[in-house]
């Protein structure tokens, strides 16, 4: 059983920026991927970015070019690096993981969710 936990989440202004992260455990040998999802009030839940265990990712066209998956297999540990955040940022951000590789790039089905961390972005 993985379990997996957010952390970073706050409250920033237009065009700042957060880092968030996810740290993980009950890991075995296989392979697994990680993403960020997040929801906005009233939204459904949607994908933001994956990453494979060889690293390779994939993002949401909102997350390309500001957002950064990356993580640190030593320490357990998913990262998201945001920048030039907008008020449509603004959302649930959930940490997921799956044992298999992201065969739906940023929409892989998840298996394994976090609690989440508010991410708020003012105008």
């Known amino acids: 059983q993985v379990h997996v936990v957010e952390s970073g989440g706050g409250s920033v202004q237009t065009g700042g920026s957060l880092r968030l992260s996810c740290e993980a455990s009950g890991y075995t040998e296989y392979s697994y991927c990680m993403g960020w999802f997040r929801q906005a009030p009233g939204k459904e839940r949607h994908g933001v970015a994956t990453?494979?265990?060889?690293?390779?990712?994939s993002y949401a066209s909102f997350a390309q070019g500001r957002f950064t998956i990356s993580k640190d297999n030593a320490k357990n540990t998913l990262y998201l690096q945001m920048n030039s955040l907008t008020p449509e940022d603004t959302a649930m951000y959930y940490c997921?993981?799956?044992?298999?590789?992201?065969?739906?790039?940023?929409?892989?089905?998840?298996?394994?969710w976090g609690q989440g961390t508010l991410v708020t972005i003012s105008s």
């Open positions: 990453i494979d265990s060889e690293g390779l990712t």
């Open positions: 997921a993981a799956v044992r298999s590789w992201c065969t739906g790039g940023y929409t892989t089905r998840m298996d394994y």
